[in-house]
């Protein structure tokens, strides 16, 4: 909430003595983020279009025309987009491509959206643990993620489902997984150099212990950098998880996820390319959406920009 400080100053004019009043204002932190923000256009307007998908993803079952698992006839097979009744067209079994494509939301945005929250604590814990204890604990959290570095992301989020199986939970737990260490080492970096400055210094000699340290000096220092990372790893994992269920590792059919119904949509590309296309631009502008917002986070956390009032 912003504070008004009324400075008065009087100013002796003849006999008579005039009062000015100087008004300053005291800006949040919540506040001076926010105002920078709206400075990147392109990022509001993917806050908007994010809002929407939320939205329409949510309240599907109210705003869906048709139960998105129920083939309506056979006569409707692949019909296009704005035939009478199906905005969007139907798939080859004659479900409708909108009401799947709402309920597919559900899935998709929740398969990127927990993995990263969970990579994300995760990470934030192990890399500042590291970073700031250092010693035979900070190597051995830190040669784990070297380890997982050396395989490729795909490959061990492949294998990690195979082993536990299909399902958009265990996609989920593969994720995670596989997200942990870039995190971790982005917050170790961030952790170190902010451990190595004066008022870290300066908070030990004052008494505090190690705990206090982590929580009250780093923690609030390396916090931006983690949200503004897993925003834009919103938008990769949308994809990634997508591409899973493309695979056929995630969720299974008759149920509806973007990335299954782009798969779906493979076999009848050629004579209905909407059925295929549609979802893919779905994933496209929901990962583009997300990116575009990190980029506006890590300008409004900037305390460069936030020098607003």
């Not at 939320?54 to 869906?64: D, E, I, S």
């Not at 692949?78 to 905005?87: D, E, K, N, R």
């Not at 929580?215 to 591409?243: C, D, E, R």
């Not at 295929?276 to 502008?285: E, R, V």
Request: with cysteine; glycine share 10%.
């Amino acid at each position: 909430m912003s504070q008004s400080i009324v400075i008065r100053s009087p100013r002796v004019i003849g006999a008579s003595t005039v009062r000015r009043t100087v008004r300053t204002t005291r800006w949040t932190p919540l506040q001076k983020t926010a105002t920078a923000f709206r400075k990147d256009p392109a990022a509001v307007i993917a806050l908007g279009v994010l809002a929407v998908i939320f939205l329409v993803t949510v309240f599907a079952p109210l705003l869906a025309p048709y139960d998105p698992d129920i083939v309506l006839s056979n006569a409707s097979r692949l019909a296009p987009p704005f035939t009478a009744g199906h905005l969007l067209g139907t798939d080859d079994q004659g479900r409708d491509l909108l009401s799947r494509m709402m309920y597919g939301g559900r899935v998709t945005l929740p398969s990127a959206l927990i993995p990263v929250t969970i990579a994300s604590l995760s990470g934030l814990i192990l890399g500042v643990t590291a970073g700031y204890r250092r010693g035979l604990l900070g190597e051995l959290i830190m040669r784990g993620c070297d380890v997982m570095f050396a395989f490729p992301a795909v490959i061990l989020a492949i294998a990690i489902s195979g082993i536990t199986g299909r399902g958009m939970q265990n996609v989920m737990i593969a994720v995670s997984i596989v997200f942990i260490p870039s995190i971790t080492r982005l917050t170790y970096g961030v952790t170190r150099d902010i451990a190595s400055r004066e008022f870290v210094s300066a908070a030990k000699m004052l008494g505090a212990v190690d705990t206090q340290v982590m929580l009250k000096h780093i923690l609030p220092n390396v916090l931006p950098q983690v949200i503004v990372y897993a925003s834009t790893m919103t938008g990769v994992l949308v994809v990634f998880s997508a591409g899973l269920s493309f695979l056929g590792l995630g969720i299974q059919p008759p149920s509806s996820d973007w990335g299954l119904m782009v798969s779906d949509g493979r076999s009848v590309l050629s004579v209905a390319p909407h059925v295929a296309t549609l979802p893919g631009l779905m994933i496209s502008l929901t990962a583009l959406s997300f990116n575009l917002i990190g980029d506006g986070l890590r300008f409004a956390l900037d305390p460069r920009t936030r020098n607003v009032g």
